[in-house]
């Protein structure tokens, strides 16, 4: 354990020399890990041999990377509440885009009606500029706004800067239990009521996930639905465990992409996004961790962003339906993005 100054500095150094690592942070957790070592770069398929940190894409047909640790530090960060800030960020970038997102969902919606289509995942990304001299200091940031969050940077010379903090967990695999999450709808404020149309998309996800395990696993278990908070916004979320003489690569394989992040049926919604999505999602809605052939800590890459330079990229999105509104929609994209805007936005 090092102290904070040192861990700091030494993330600074490593960016300034063009090498990778990853450094993180579990949820609720005070110690954050800095590792460095060995890229691969491939398929998951290719990695059951291997062991590491894996930063994979959302689409499967591409390749990812796995880091094998050689070099580890660590400190401890602990959450400063006076830093704590809760006002909602307004960038008029995001205007410009409301029109066309607001005909894509409505697009959608008509699709999802006239189709088999019970659920798809539409997103954006939008683009701002930033100060890349500040970027261990938006790390920080990103770390004191979300402590209940798995919070990471991830650096590659190929892909830049990535960083986020997201709420939702793929897949944890330990002995040959497997623990996995539906998450999905949103809500702003606790004392809002769900709606049909929010625990419709959840049981969507649930079911899915239940029916994708049902080959792989046995002992399935789902317990009772519940409301998380996820940075300034709320979810609905259950907790579904199983048992499995599988691979973390095969469980992998057959939960990633979850409706939570695409949609169902699967490949239909898949099909709908390359068609429609007017971007490429690259590592937003990918996943990332712990990864090892009979054990795994593998989370969703939601609430995220990429930095090339001063550039800045935030990607958003929401699940909808046959019931869903698009200009609900848009403005549940605009508090989704609340988490990585409160990160850049100087105060």
């Known amino acids: 354990m090092i102290s904070k100054f040192k861990f700091f500095s030494e993330l ?3 960016l300034k020399n063009g090498e990778s690592f ?17 890229i691969f770069k491939g398929k998951i398929s290719e990695m059951s041999g291997k062991k590491g940190f894996v930063f ?32 909602d960020i307004s960038i008029k970038e995001f205007n410009s885009k409301k029109k066309s997102y607001v005909k894509y969902i409505n697009n959608t919606i008509s699709e999802i009606r006239d189709s088999g289509l019970e659920k798809v995942v539409c997103s954006s990304a939008f683009n701002f500029k930033i100060n890349s001299k500040l970027l261990i200091e938006y790390f920080k940031r990103l770390l004191q706004l979300n402590h209940d969050a798995f919070c990471y940077l991830f650096y590659h010379p190929e892909i830049g800067v990535w960083l986020g903090a997201t709420p939702e967990k793929l897949i944890n695999l330990d002995n040959h239990l497997v623990t996995t999450f539906a998450l999905a709808a949103t809500k702003k404020k606790a004392d809002q009521s769900w709606t049909d149309k ?18 792989n696993c046995t002992n399935i278990e789902i317990g009772a639905l519940q409301t998380i908070k996820a940075g300034n916004i709320f979810h609905l ?9 599988n691979s973390s690569s095969e469980l992998i394989k057959v939960l990633h992409p979850t409706p939570a992040i695409a949609g169902m049926p699967k490949n239909k919604a898949i ?31 939601i609430r995220c962003a990429k930095i090339v330079g001063d550039n800045l990229t935030v990607y958003v999105g929401g699940g909808i339906t046959k019931d869903s509104n698009a200009i609900d929609e848009w403005y549940e994209i605009l508090n989704k993005s609340q988490t990585m805007l409160r990160v850049f936005h100087q105060a």
Do not use: W
Not at 69 to 79: G, M, Q, R, S
């Open 12 to 14: 600074n150094f490593l």
């Open 22 to 38: 990853v450094a993180f942070k579990k949820p609720s957790h005070n110690k954050i890990v800095c590792q460095q070592g060995d």
């Open 56 to 87: 994979m894409p959302f689409d499967t047909r591409e390749d990812g990377f796995l880091m094998s640790p050689k070099t580890t530090i660590e400190t401890e960060f602990h959450l400063d509440i006076s830093k704590i800030q809760n006002v």
């Open 198 to 215: 929010e625990f419709t998309e959840h049981k969507i996800v649930e079911d899915q996930i239940a029916s994708d395990l049902n080959h």
């Open 237 to 245: 979320k259950s907790v579904i465990k199983a048992k499995t003489n």
């Open 271 to 301: 099909e709908h996004i390359n068609k429609t999505e007017n971007y490429e999602r690259s590592f937003y809605t990918g996943y990332l961790g712990k990864y090892d052939k009979k054990s795994c800590d593998i989370y969703v890459n």
